[in-house]
């Protein structure tokens, strides 16, 4: 009997690994060999996709990129005895460089389990943390977060274990636990593969952080466009109820926190925390002011946690191994690791999670290898559509929340999407006015108007062909557009919006008729 | 008060209702607030205005349209002032060159999308998008104006009083929060994002096609001329205005009636008036155009004969012609044989002088009100039980209620303004016990669903109330300590004993109520133990012939519960029309001088005999059930009849009307020629409540001024009439205003002993007693102590009514009203209120309908043992199997045709809402209705020859 590996997330199967996987069920059938088929998560190396691994006495085989095609020349190669004839075979795995030189918290279990098994996660140091938390008082909990460093994963770096306190120190009969899964960044994907390779990872961080709050009610609102996601998460807390972690009972403590998942209906501006919670309460997801925080007046009203899906993930790796193992990771104020998401014109697309303080560089050329279409990388936009591009000067920039904020670009989500020479900058901070103007939720006027007059002023600096005074004034205009969104805009939306605007005009002035 | 037009000051955000304060420094200015208060709302209160659009003081802040940010010392960017609370120790800079910059650049790009109309702008002159761009010193748009906008969005004009113009939206959103925050509606949203964000009504429908009410709250929010009164496009800006009170339903919100010249343009309701905080509904705040309708009389009328043509004369020729009929035939038929109805319509002052023509003119006691068939079971049961003939809490008291039991009570529709409050209460967590035959819309309204709906059967209110005291008393869940201090001992232990017996339990009751008994266990313990109870009631309750019984035992409820005497909790009747406490307090019933005191009282006898030096009669008179019946026996011959159309909307329209036909002299003072007054002999042109100075006093017993903003049409008003027809009679009376009639009721009333005209412009209003012991007023009742001293429980037993489904009529009929029309619909028929509903309709449910093979919009005959009529069906599931609902709101419907004399053991409040009665399929209309059509149609023929031959008169030589 030989275990067979062939992913089951959504990039995986979009490159084929259900028709994959059936054909190695039926070649093995045909053949009389004895295999269990695993459908795991990815490993997140998505340029090997779809990556089949088989087990083998000198651990797990890579073979990768696999098409269906390719399966009865595997067969005949003798893949599943781990033999290596095969031009798709990449020895070990974990020997792979790409996978060998990161360093793994949130994804060192992901394509290695079954995602919904229980017993899987528990064999690779699932619910530990959990075990241990559930022996804390809530404080205890809230300072080992504190003292974890673990800042939020979503974009805007506020440091976890400050939220929660807040949210502990807030009485009321009921609080909420709410999971940001609305991953709607371009370029980026850690939430939805560790959703689906990893997914106890997360139903366990909410259970800690609902101990360490108080909160008996959790919700995972998902964006609609993960399908798939959305299937793992209902079976994985079906599975939890199931083996008793989650309910009223958690784990035999006595203790109660229910989860559930909702889906949203496919707008951008609902992944900003205060639309959400007014998506979640089954209103229009419109931007709510702040004061009040929501960790004061949250979710219907009430004291709630909200937090993206690798922040609550990371929780369960932080009360495994202890928050000093954590805080030991990454540099200055930016501790752990972040798992960065390599997009856009990339060889080697993919998940690498890394401690914070590598180089962008190190990532893209060494990590990434260069742009797919072999032309020479011009412009990277880090930190998804609202994140400034960064022009090859500024690529030695150490992966670091402050440093990053210095060069007035952030590294939000993690998302890397790589440009090649071809691109027209001009047309990319058209597109982040676009954006802007299709995503604004529409509440305040900075955004709601200001986007899409910043897409007309860019259009007339394209137009002005050669009249410099046109070109020159709408140039001062739309920098004046800019300074009014980023300083009058309700949320981060309008607020960001100028970055990949100005950094476009400033690095690349160029495109812009200079 | 007489105002020039200005805008009402605009705090911005609502204020906080905090003790505790903060201080802070705003422009070098330092300023304290209640924490919790925004900083714009402290830069508000020391006179610093900080440029806004999105934000207005009746709403919660919102931070959409970044007019207002600030700078605050060591705090990074530009806080948006209408979301940011203050806080000790703030530095806040109001106005540097970058806020003015930024801010300069936002209104930038809102003009960048508004039609530069401004010269031909309906709001041209009172606009905050216009006042906010010249705050800001926008001088250009450098975007041009060739952008993508929204300069062609189609306006939508389909609601008669207000146009909705898309093109002119700033998407402030204050529209979609007032109909949220301030209505409760939830009619209105924001559909689309982004750019294409659009203010949409229900679900892209137009507005009146949408679930809007026309409450108007999204207009007064609305700061540009997207919301627009059709009379302010018709008419233009106001000049000036005058502070006054909605002659409608109980509620008596305060308006500001905006006016060119003698013209109203706008009923704007006033943020400082108390009943409302600035909220209306579509009757107060729209339908005010039958105060200058076609069909006003504005010249008295007389005739020797009801089907002579009326003859218009001089008001002193009338005068001269009633008093000289009414000495007739009192001579004639002895001094009882005449009789007066005042109207709860009217003002306190013109109430006051009725009664006073009556008993010192008239030499009787026969005078009653319209209160007779709506809220004489209140006064006879609160005061019974309470002490006093009023309900004990003001309106915003719901705002500290937990637990409201709303019982025969149709808020949303006819006291909406309260519905709104309520609804924001509940809306916050209160809970609900909706009692009431009809799903009435609290029952399940948008984010409000009441915790009980006990589908009561008509007609057994009282069982149902004993149940619920009965599970309170046996399980032990009464206020004991409050019962023991507060309420006498021994009738307290009678009625216990009564109470506790089995025969009132829940199980009991269930069969004869028809409310499962578990339902009322649980509410009757909800209510017991769920903090602050307050009950709201209506003419579900008084209407019956146990009507007294269950006013006493709602009381007996409260304080049994410990409900009495404090914010949140209360017994409080919601009073149909707009002044009925106010007639029923100004000594309106045939048995009480003004101030519920009995007329057999030597003693307060004597005090108005010596005030008014005249004698008065120690014998109570006719009530207008005895009126009605005496008419017919040939024992009652003149009747004044002011402002009160008893031919429509009493009870048993055939008897009322044979009551009608015996009358010598029937004379009627009415704004139009109403039902009752086809059957008169003289009319007495009324006057609207725009045509004169005076009083009404609410259902929390606030006396508010009603102040002229046009003259009288007819040349006086109602007072002035009623005091010709008292003088022509010899009774001495005289007074220059309206005041002095207050003076004089201060002078004679011991719980109106503070209340002046003065005291009011001071005040704003006053809620009775306001005396020495309350010179503000009294705004909860019953606090220390009962009026009465010690509560009284009145033992309440059931007692089933004679009116009960048979075999021949096996259905029971209950009627009410509806949101647009008001009452017998003499005023919001002659509006465009008529829009929302121009006849009356029978409801019936799905199971009765079938079987007797009615569809939805076929007419159906309704039979009872008194008369029938027809009326369109809808078949609805409002009502439960075995009740069929209508309104009465138009004439021709002949709803009291049906309805029968049986009424209120202790003050023959007719039962107008339980009558046994048949539905059938029928075809065509009944011969009543046949009758009543030529009867209308003859009557309106002798009225235009009145007309006809004045302008022959007039035509020279």
């Not at chain 1, 529409?442 to 860019?458: A, D, L, W």
């Not at chain 2, 609502?14 to 402290?42: H, N, W």
């Not at chain 2, 018709?234 to 905006?258: D, R, W």
């Not at chain 2, 309701?269 to 504005?298: L, S």
Request: aromatic fraction near 8%.
């Amino acid at each position: 009997m030989v275990t067979v590996y062939v992913p089951r997330d959504t990039t995986a199967c979009a490159l084929g690994a259900d028709a994959v996987a059936a054909a190695i069920a039926a070649e093995a059938a045909s053949r009389n060999i004895d295999i269990e088929l695993v459908r795991n998560g990815s490993r997140g190396l998505f340029w090997l996709e779809t990556l089949v691994e088989v087990e083998t006495p000198a651990g797990r085989m890579a073979y990768g990129p696999v098409n269906a095609s390719d399966v009865a020349g595997l067969f005949d190669a003798g893949f599943y005895e781990g033999k290596q004839d095969s031009t798709l075979s990449w020895g070990p795995t974990e020997d792979i460089p790409y996978l060998k030189n990161q360093l793994r918290v949130n994804f060192a279990r992901a394509g290695i389990i079954d995602p919904l098994s229980i017993d899987a996660y528990k064999a690779h140091g699932g619910y530990a943390g959990l075990t241990c938390a559930l022996a804390m008082e809530a404080q205890v909990i809230v300072d080992e977060v504190k003292a974890s460093g673990l800042r939020g994963r979503g974009g805007a770096a506020f440091p976890a274990g400050i939220k929660w306190q807040t949210v502990l120190d807030t009485p009321s009969e009921q609080k909420y636990i709410v999971c940001n899964a609305d991953e709607g960044d371009s370029g980026t994907f850690a939430d939805r593969l560790l959703m689906e390779a990893d997914p106890f990872q997360l139903i366990e961080g909410m259970t800690i952080a609902g101990l360490g709050v108080g909160a008996t009610q959790g919700y995972i609102y998902l964006r609609s466009e993960y399908p798939k996601a959305h299937d793992v998460l209902k079976t994985a807390l079906a599975n939890a109820y199931g083996a008793g972690y989650l309910g009223s009972d958690i784990a035999g403590s006595g203790k109660r926190f229910d989860l559930e998942v909702r889906l949203g209906a496919g707008a951008y501006i609902c992944g900003e925390e205060t639309s959400l919670l007014d998506s979640l309460e089954g209103k229009r997801g419109l931007v709510r002011a702040k004061p009040p925080l929501p960790a004061i007046v949250g979710l219907f009203g009430k004291p709630t946690v909200i937090n993206n899906v690798l922040t609550l993930a990371t929780v369960s790796a932080i009360f495994e191994k202890g928050a000093d193992f954590y805080k030991g990771l990454g540099t200055g104020r930016s501790l752990g690791t972040l798992p960065m998401q390599l997009a856009g014109n990339i060889k080697r697309g993919g998940i690498v999670e890394l401690a914070f303080g590598s180089t962008l560089r190190e990532l893209m050329e060494d990590f990434g290898g260069g742009t797919a279409s072999g032309r020479p990388m011009k412009a990277v936009q880090v930190g998804g559509p609202l994140g400034a591009y960064l022009p090859e000067s500024e690529w030695d920039i150490v992966l670091d929340y402050e440093a990053f904020a210095a060069a007035k670009a952030m590294l939000g989500h993690g998302g890397v999407v790589v440009f090649d020479d071809s691109v027209d900058m001009l047309e990319q901070a058209r597109f982040a006015m676009e954006f802007c103007a299709v995503e604004s939720c529409g509440k305040c006027t900075p955004c709601r108007i200001g986007s899409i007059r910043g897409v007309e002023v860019i259009d007339k600096i394209r137009g002005s062909d050669g009249d410099e005074r046109q070109r020159d004034d709408n140039l001062i205009l739309l920098e004046e557009l800019c300074d009014t969104m980023e300083f009058g805009s309700l949320c981060a939306m309008g607020g960001l919006t100028p970055f990949p605007v100005r950094s476009a005009v400033k690095h690349f002035p160029e495109d812009f008729g200079a | 008060m007489l105002q020039y037009y200005e805008p009402e000051k605009d705090f911005g955000t609502p204020p906080s209702l905090a003790t505790e304060t903060v201080g802070l420094m705003i422009d070098g200015v330092a300023v304290d607030v209640p924490v919790g208060t925004s900083v714009m709302r402290a830069a508000s209160e020391v006179g610093i205005k900080i440029p806004k659009l999105c934000a207005t003081d009746s709403l919660e802040a919102f931070g959409s349209c970044r007019m207002c940010m600030v700078e605050i010392q060591g705090r990074k960017g530009y806080p948006a002032s209408c979301t940011t609370p203050a806080e000790e120790g703030m530095v806040v800079n109001t106005q540097t060159d970058k806020v003015a910059g930024l801010r300069r650049n936002v209104m930038e790009l809102y003009i960048s999308d508004h039609p530069l109309d401004c010269l031909t702008c309906p709001t041209n002159g009172n606009c905050e998008l216009q006042d906010t761009a010249g705050e800001v010193g926008l001088r250009e748009v450098r975007y041009g104006y060739e952008g993508n906008n929204h300069l062609d969005a189609e306006k939508d004009q389909s609601n008669p009083y207000f146009t909705f113009d898309p093109s002119k939206c700033i998407v402030c959103s204050r529209c979609v929060r007032a109909c949220e925050e301030t209505q409760g509606t939830f009619a209105l949203t924001i559909d689309g994002r982004g750019f294409e964000s659009k203010v949409s009504p229900s679900q892209n429908e137009d507005f009146m096609a949408s679930e809007c009410v026309s409450c108007g709250a999204c207009v007064a929010a609305c700061p540009t001329a997207t919301l627009t009164e059709n009379t302010i496009i018709n008419l233009g800006q106001p000049e000036h205005s005058v502070i006054t009170t909605c002659a409608y339903c109980g509620v008596g919100c305060a308006f500001k009636a905006e006016m060119r010249g003698n013209t109203v343009v706008n009923m704007t309701p006033w943020k400082d008036g108390k009943a409302n905080e600035g909220h209306a509904c579509v009757k107060g705040r729209f339908a005010f155009g039958y105060a200058t309708h076609q069909d006003r009389i504005t010249s008295p009328m007389i005739r020797d004969s009801i089907d002579d043509p009326w003859q218009e004369v001089s008001w002193d020729e009338a005068f001269g012609f009633a008093a000289d009929r009414l000495r007739e035939t009192q001579q004639k038929y002895g001094p009882n044989s005449i009789g007066g109805i005042s109207s709860s319509r009217c003002t306190n002052e013109e109430v006051w002088l009725v009664q006073k023509m009556v008993r010192a003119g008239f030499g009787n006691n026969n005078i009653d009100t319209c209160a007779r068939v709506c809220h004489s079971p209140t006064g006879y049961g609160l005061k019974t039980t309470l002490g006093e003939s009023a309900g004990t809490q003001s309106f915003a008291s719901v705002a500290k209620s937990d637990v409201i039991i709303v019982m025969g009570a149709n808020p949303t529709d006819a006291h909406p303004v309260f519905a709104s409050r309520l609804k924001k209460r509940l809306r916050e967590g209160a809970k609900l016990i909706v009692v009431d035959p009809r799903k009435i819309q609290l029952v399940d309204a948008p984010h409000v669903k009441a915790d009980f709906h006990l589908q009561v059967r008509p007609g057994t209110n009282v069982a149902f109330i004993n149940a619920m005291a009965h599970v309170i008393v046996t399980e032990g869940l009464e206020a004991k300590a409050f019962i023991a201090e507060r309420c006498e001992t021994p009738t307290y232990d009678q009625w216990a004993a009564f109470i506790g017996d089995k025969q009132q339990s829940p199980e009991a009751t269930e069969s004869i109520t028809g409310i499962p008994a578990a339902d009322v266990r649980e509410a009757a313990r909800l209510f017991a133990t769920g903090g602050n109870g307050a009950i709201y009631y209506g003419l579900g309750v008084t209407e019956h012939s146990q009507g007294s019984t269950t006013v006493m035992g709602i009381a007996n409820l409260a304080m049994l519960t410990g409900n009495i005497g404090r914010e949140g909790v209360g017994v409080n009747p919601l009073r149909g029309q707009n002044n009925v406490q106010g007639s029923c307090d100004m000594g309106s019933f045939p048995h009480e001088l003004p101030g519920y005191r009995h007329i057999s009282d030597g003693e307060t006898r004597g005090t108005f005999e010596r005030d008014w030096n005249v004698s008065l009669d120690a014998e109570p008179g006719l009530r207008i059930p005895n009126m009605f019946d005496a008419a017919i026996d040939g024992d009652f011959k003149g009747l004044y009849c002011h402002g009160e159309d008893i031919a429509q909307s009493d009870p048993n329209t055939h008897h009322v009307e044979a009551a009608l036909s015996s009358l010598d002299c029937l004379i009627v003072q009415d704004l139009f020629l109403n039902e009752t007054a086809k059957f008169a002999h003289v009319f007495l042109p009324g006057s609207s409540f725009l045509e004169k100075d005076g009083t009404f006093t609410n259902a929390e017993r606030r006396i508010s001024p009603v102040r002229q903003a046009m003259p009288p049409q007819a040349g006086l008003a109602d007072w002035e009439a009623t005091m010709g027809l008292a003088k022509a009679l010899g009774v001495d009376m005289h007074y220059d205003h309206p005041s002095e009639i207050m003076d004089e009721i201060a002078r004679l009333t011991p719980t109106f002993t503070g209340v002046s005209y003065d005291r009011l412009d001071e005040l704003g209003s006053i809620q009775w007693p306001c005396n020495e012991a309350n010179p503000d007023g009294t705004p909860t009742m019953h606090i220390d102590e009962f009026v009465r001293g010690k509560g009284f429980f009145a033992v309440t037993e059931f007692t089933p009514t004679d009116e009960r489904a048979t075999r021949k009529f096996p259905l029971l009929l209950t009627t009410g009203r509806i949101l647009s029309q008001y009452n017998v619909g003499a005023q919001t028929r002659r509006t465009e209120n008529n829009s929302w509903h121009d006849e009356d309709i029978l409801e019936i449910h799905p199971h009765d309908a079938e079987e007797r093979g009615i569809k939805d919009g076929d007419w159906g005959g309704i039979q009872s043992r008194v008369g029938d009529t027809v009326l369109r069906v809808k078949v609805s599931e409002n009502v439960q199997p075995g009740v069929v609902y209508t309104t009465f709101h138009h004439p021709f419907s002949g709803a009291n045709v049906v309805t029968t004399d049986n009424s209120d053991w202790a003050t023959n409040c007719p039962e107008y809402k339980v009558t046994a009665v048949q539905v059938s399929k029928v075809v065509a209309p009944s011969s009543w209705q046949d009758r009543q059509k030529k009867f209308n149609e003859q009557q309106l023929e002798l009225l235009k020859g009145a007309k006809r031959r004045d302008e022959t008169a007039r035509q020279p030589g």
